[in-house]
């Protein structure tokens, strides 16, 4: 880790909950956000989420499944993420997903007319909007969980939406 923890205290509650109050409890809210209100379907929510955690090298988030009414996506669906180019796995909102999360975290200086034109096709304005907003919450939470080194200190305690509500990340 690169910052002191008290004996005794949970590393993630204590960097982003009592350093920082003012900060991390409202990056927490909104990092749970992004798993109890999401509109978008498991599927392309995951390949999001998975290749920003690929992207970010955060070890708890490329271990993470959200559960949603008691299902997750399938063994192997990292794989098909990682691969989000070629896998014949991903439909073609999944697949847009796994692209955006990519470029979003890699490349958002050239995201050109052609690839608005294929999400348009595929997403709504509001989809848009609201898969940017859950790809800005896990690249910012996850790397900086991940810089800090606290992706090896996750440990979710009973909140079952997402590694968000007690551990913000991806």
């Not at 999401?38 to 690929?54: C, D, K, M, V």
Request: net charge negative.
């Amino acid at each position: 880790m690169r910052v002191d923890i008290p004996e005794g205290k949970d590393p993630i509650g204590y960097v982003w909950g009592e350093m920082v109050p003012g900060i991390g409890t409202a990056a927490s809210k909104f990092s749970l956000a992004v798993y109890e209100h999401t509109t978008l379907g498991l599927r392309e929510f995951e390949a999001a989420r998975l290749r920003i955690a690929q992207i970010n090298g955060c070890i708890f988030c490329l271990d993470w499944r959200t559960e949603r009414d008691g299902q997750k996506v399938e063994e192997g669906f990292a794989d098909a993420v990682t691969d989000w180019r070629v896998s014949a796995e991903l439909d073609d909102r999944t697949r847009l997903a796994a692209e955006y999360a990519e470029r979003y975290a890699l490349d958002h200086h050239n995201l050109d007319e052609d690839f608005w034109s294929r999400i348009t096709e595929h997403y709504s304005q509001a989809e848009i909007v609201e898969l940017s907003m859950c790809l800005g919450s896990w690249l910012a939470f996850g790397r900086l969980n991940h810089v800090l080194g606290l992706d090896a200190a996750c440990v979710l305690p009973g909140h079952s939406g997402g590694p968000a509500g007690a551990r913000p990340g991806a």
